[in-house]
């Protein structure tokens, strides 16, 4: 596990996870979406493969609040929940029992979560910022995180996502994320197990 790797694990997985965590309103996300709008985003960005048709796409920031509301909010239901236990446990629900080993996984290392709301753990915003937090400050846990607890079923919510047309920045901001979460899988050699999913 080489430095850059960790290195960009905590600055990928931050800006990631802000972007799908936060409403596209806060302070906090527009420095973020202001990155993304930089002519040279793409040449920093480690493991992408297909520049253009992301950029292009997150350059997409018409309604970006309503595409939100959409994604991640409501009212209608959800096309694609962002909660891990929704893919992972047999009645679809959040809270499931796939959140549940999360938590041990993070009472058993003594990670505290600092949440703005009551969200599942198992947000993909959190997600991410928690592989960032682990890549910054507990390494050793990393692989044992993203093997057991997010890559085993990040890759079918973002699938969802991608095809959202109605959302074409999360589309976008879904393949970005693929891509990344492909490279740090690669750089780890994380093997992930099958797993079946129930939505």
């Not at 890559?151 to 919510?157: A, E, F, H, M, N």
């Amino acid at each position: 596990m080489t430095s850059t790797t960790i290195n960009w694990i905590s600055i990928s997985g931050r800006l990631l996870g802000s972007l799908f965590y936060y409403a596209p309103d806060e302070e906090k996300v527009r420095s973020v979406l202001d990155y993304f709008q930089q002519n040279n985003w793409q040449a920093e960005w480690l493991g992408l493969k297909n520049p253009e048709k992301i950029t292009a796409l997150l350059n997409n920031t018409a309604h970006l609040s309503v595409q939100y509301q959409t994604m991640f909010i409501g009212p209608n239901a959800l096309p694609a929940p962002p909660w891990g236990s929704v893919y992972l446990d047999k009645e679809s629900v959040i809270f499931g029992d796939s959140l549940l080993k999360l938590r041990d996984f993070l009472r058993h290392h003594q990670i505290e979560f600092v949440r703005l709301q009551d969200e599942p753990e198992d947000h993909i915003g959190l997600m991410l910022m928690l592989a960032a937090y682990l890549a910054e400050s507990r390494p050793e846990l990393l692989i044992e995180f993203l093997r057991d607890h997010f890559l085993i079923w990040s890759s079918r919510y973002l699938a969802l996502l991608s095809a959202q047309q109605d959302a074409p920045f999360y589309q976008g901001l879904a393949l970005l994320t693929q891509e990344t979460l492909d490279y740090w899988q690669t750089c780890l050699a994380i093997e992930i197990p099958k797993v079946q999913f129930y939505r």
